[in-house]
C-alpha cells in the first residue's frame, strides 16, 4: 500500500457538508488501486478564528507541509457579517498566504458544460453544447500582491494597489499553459490589456518567446473586455486561457455561469512540484448550510483533479468524473440544478445522497 497524506481544510458554513462527499468519493476511488489515503484534519478560516483568534494558525501550516496534497473547502462568512474580525480577514489572512507559502503560482479552472444540464445554462444551448475549457491564472503575484498604499494627497484619500509581474513569474505559467495545451486541443489564447497596462505588455512579450519552443500549439491575443464578451457569445472557440491573477479571478467565476450552477467546478493550485491545493471555487454559501442541499460535486471533482495532477493516477480521475456525468445522465439533480416542472422530483437529491450515487 502506498500511503497519502491529505491534509483537509473542511471550509465554513457549506464545507463541512460538502467535504465529507468528496472524502467518501476519495475513499470508494482508493479501493480500486493500491493507494491508501491518512486524512489529516487542519484548521483554518472562520473556524480556526473562534479558537486561536487567527485564520492560518501556524500549527495549520506546519502540519500542512507534512502532507502531500491539501482538500480545501471553502472559507469565509455570510455579507452581513463581513466587517467583524472573524470574517472580514479570511481571504487576506488566509486562503492568500496559504498559496502564497506553498509557491502556488498556478491555478486551474476548468469549465465544461455538460450536455444533460445544456436547459440550466443562462446561455443559449447551441452556443454552450460543448464547452471545454481550461483557465490557467497566475496566483501568487500581480496586483493582488503588489504594493497597496493608503495616503492623503491634497485633503483627499488616495489608495492604491500596484500590477507588477516579472518576466520569470510570467514565463513559469506561460509554460504551464502550452503544456496543457499540448494534451488538449493546442490552442492558448493569452488574455491581457496590452492597449493600456504596461505589465499586460510584458505578458505579450514573454508569451510569445515562450511560444518560439511550441510550435504545435497556437497562441491568440485578446484584450480582456473582449475575452470577457466572448466568453458568451462564443465559448467553444476557446480551449487554454492564460492569463493574469485579477483578469483569471473574474474571468473564470465568468466562465463557470456558461455550465448553469457554481455548484459544479473544481480548481486545481500548483507550484513546480506534485503538492497542490484543490478547492471549490465557489464561496461558502452561508444561506443554504446545515440543510444538506449544497451540491457536493464541485469538492467530488476537487479530488479527482487531486489524483491527476498530485498522484498522477489519470485513469483513476477519469472514472470518478466519468460517475459525475453519468449521475447527471441518469437525472439526478442536487437542489441547485434542479428545474420545477421539468426534472423527477423522486430524483432530487441531499448533499449526501447525491455523493452517495456518485
Ligand atoms: P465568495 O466571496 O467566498 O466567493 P460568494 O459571495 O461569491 O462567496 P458563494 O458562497 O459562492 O458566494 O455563493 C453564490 C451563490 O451560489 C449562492 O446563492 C449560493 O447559495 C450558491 N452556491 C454556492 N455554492 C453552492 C453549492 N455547492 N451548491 C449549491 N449552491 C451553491
Ligand atoms: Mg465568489
Redesign the pocket.
Known sequence: MDMKRIGVLEGDY?GPE?MKEALRVLRAAGEHTQLAFDIVPLEAGGQAYDKYGCHLPASTLRLAETCDALLKG?F?GPPEALASPKWSGVEQEAILPLRQHFGLYTNLRETKVFDSLLDLSPVKGHVVKGVDLLIVRELISGIYFGEKQARVVEGERVYSDVEAYAESEIRRIAIRAFEYAKSRRNKVTLVAKSNVLKSSVLWREVVAETAASYSEVDLDYMHVDNAAMQLIINPRQFDVILTSNLFGDILSDEASVLSG???LFPSASLGDGPFGLYE?I????P??AGRQI??PI?AILCAALMLRYTFGEEALAVRIEHAVRRTLELGYR?R?LFREGADDPAKLLGTAQMGEAI
Do not use: Y
Open positions: 457549506i460538502i471553502p469565509g450552477s457554481i455548484g471549490p465557489h464561496g461558502s454559501a444561506g443554504i449544497a451540491n464541485s442536487t441547485d
